[in-house]
């Protein structure tokens, strides 16, 4: 358990670097990642302007470029906010699962349908999809060495406890795990259905039990 609250104090520091200015919040700031929100989802990311997003906000033109490069980097923000928030609720309600198999599992699920759910971004996606699809794919790439960190350390705490196998590689193990949820998310944020039971049940065979260490039936 001291193991796993160590790893968990580091992915904290980790994830505050997804989205530093996430924890040091300013009311200027959220009204304007709010505003932009709201009038993306409503209009479409190319149709919204800074002017636009200023009057929304109440806040003058010149207030919004004191934040933000552009209209790209509020979209950024809203984006890294959002994963920086959701890999700190996911390490809360993961602590007290029983082995890394189940904490991961839970960690994907999570992510999986809170993709599915983020109905603003997915709009906002939907709505400019061949322009906004490459910066979403880049956004996500910015962060994935956290996410990659973050599995990686799991899985070796998953090692020392016996639920994983010793002769995996590590690195590579994260990096696939990484990719293979890319692949499944990019699939929501474009519009086809998923079935998340039958996809965690799915990842759950393939992954952890070609990984796991196998137990003995009594």
Do not use: C, W
Request: charged share 30%; hydrophobic share 45%.
């Amino acid at each position: 358990m001291a193991k796993t609250s160590k790893i968990e104090d580091q992915i904290r520091r980790t994830i505050k670097t997804i989205a530093p200015e996430m924890f040091r919040p300013g009311e200027k700031r959220e009204r304007i990642l709010l505003a932009a929100l709201t009038l993306m989802e409503r209009y479409g990311f190319k149709k919204t302007t800074v002017d636009e997003i200023a009057r929304e906000a109440q806040v003058a033109k010149g207030t919004v470029y004191l934040y933000f490069r552009d209209k790209e980097d509020i979209l950024i923000s809203i984006i890294s906010t959002k994963i920086a928030a959701l890999f700190m609720d996911i390490l809360e309600k993961i602590k007290d699962r029983p082995d890394v198999p189940s904490k991961l599992l839970f960690a994907i699920r999570t992510i999986v349908e809170y993709h599915r759910n983020d109905e603003a971004i997915n709009r906002i996606l939907a709505q400019d999809v061949e322009f906004l699809g490459p910066l979403f794919i880049r956004e996500i790439l910015r962060v994935e060495g956290h996410i990659v960190n973050f599995i990686a350390q799991y899985l070796r705490v998953g090692i020392k406890e016996g639920s994983i196998r010793p002769d995996i590689d590590v690195a590579m193990t994260a990096r696939m795990i990484l990719r293979f949820n890319q692949a499944n998310i990019l699939r929501i944020k474009t519009g086809e259905p998923v079935d998340v039971d039958e996809y965690i049940n799915a990842f759950g065979k393939l992954v952890f039990e070609g990984i796991g260490v196998r137990r003995r039936k009594r």
